[in-house]
């Protein structure tokens, strides 16, 4: 830089000392005559010029500093550097950084993109209309299109507002493909954010779930013989218990009202688990109906703690719950379906803990209008059923969403139950376009989450 400012110093001194040889010399004025204000103005343009581009070059000089600096902070331990780079010249330098910056970035890009292309899974990323702006090749070789005719389409699954939250959104469908085949698909979706959390698009990963599916098709068929065993059932338990409620307001001796509530009792939880089983083969078979109507959420919850408010006192555990600000004040969804998950989970809480407590709380995530301009907006009401509880064992968490699974397995066990409360709960879930989930640690406790989708009337 110095030998740059003595250059551009020493030029314009020349300049000035031209200048002023040329007006001091009558002899020179007077052999231009009328050339002199030309020659007078083009020096004095060249000094200005000099001096503009020198401050220019001062400004850009400070820029690429600030660059410089900026290079500095980027990590290129694994770039090999060379000795040049000593050269005092910032510009020269901050170029090789910035190449070699370029070609880190290159060979990232790469690597993601290896990573992406080796993978079996469909992925694609779209924009908030659902217009797909990449796809990989599992993706373009399942639908039988190149890449670039796929880009700008409308993704197949797109739900707007489905994946507005932090957490993933996962649902299963099935997908046809090109040579006939009918594959059963699990999508992930979830929002691509920037440093400001504003979602720029999302990305959507489909994972081929077939195999599971036959499995469960198989399950869907043990369902629909137990519902057929179950229903043939109901009407003998059915009047065991009418019967022992009978015989019970007649005169009996103590042993004798004993044995009576013990009939009654057992009849009691035999037709609880009819009414499980019942309750599952619908679901797996598809004949059941979520409904779609407006409900006040906050009335829902203070309902359901309300409900179980006696048992908590008898247990001795404080029953709580919060709903955040944000929760609309009436949703659109399946109230009765709710309860029942609700009703799954705060019992399940209530039996398996022995000290402490058990909370609720509800939290939501709003979303785009249905459509332009319209008042009503989605959303995706999250729930947390926290608990001080036994917890449960790590290798017992992958096992906990399937039919009759129990925590404790053992002849001796204190809690009864059925095992099929979290099933139901997860295909409810389900088919209300949420998912459900569990935190535990064996000693402290456990936290069930779960959403669904819906929607408000925006006021």
Known sequence: MRRKTTFVLFLVFA????????????????????????IGFAITGCMILVLAGYAWNQELVKTLKSMHDTTDSVRLDDMPLSTEESDSDEIIGLARKIERMARSLQQVEASYKGIVEDQPDLICRYRNDGKMTFVNGAYARAVNRKRTELVG???????????????????????????????WIRWTQRAIKDDERNTMEYQAVGHDITERKEAEAA?????????IVSHELRTPINAIIGFSKMLFSTTLTLDQREQVEMINSSGLALEKIIADILN???????????????????????????????????LALALDSKVDPGVPEIVNSDESRIRQILTNLIGNALKFTERG??????????????????????????????????GIPPEKLDHLFLPFSQVDTSSTRRRGGTGLGLIISKRLCELMGGTISVESRVGEGSTFRFSILTDFDEA
Do not use: N
């Open 15 to 38: 300049l000035i000392l031209a200048w002023v040889v040329i007006i001091t010399d009558k002899q020179v004025r007077d052999h231009l005559g009328s050339t002199l204000y030309v």
């Open 153 to 183: 389409v409308d993704f197949p699954y797109f739900t707007p507002g489905a994946a507005i939250a932090d957490e993933p959104y996962t649902f299963e469908t099935e997908m046809p493909f090109e040579d006939g085949r009918r594959l």
């Open 219 to 227: 399950d869907r068929a043990k369902s629909e013989f137990l519902a």
């Open 280 to 314: 599952l083969s619908k679901i797996d078979s598809g004949k059941i109906d979520i409904e779609h109507a407006p409900f006040s959420l906050r009335t829902c919850v203070q309902d359901m703690c309300a409900f179980f408010a006696p048992k908590a006192r008898s």
């Open 357 to 390: 407590g058990v909370s609720l709380e509800v939290s939501c995530a709003r979303g785009e209008p249905l459509e332009p301009g319209s008042p009503r907006r989605v959303a995706r009401l999250f729930f947390a059923v926290k608990d001080s509880g036994i």
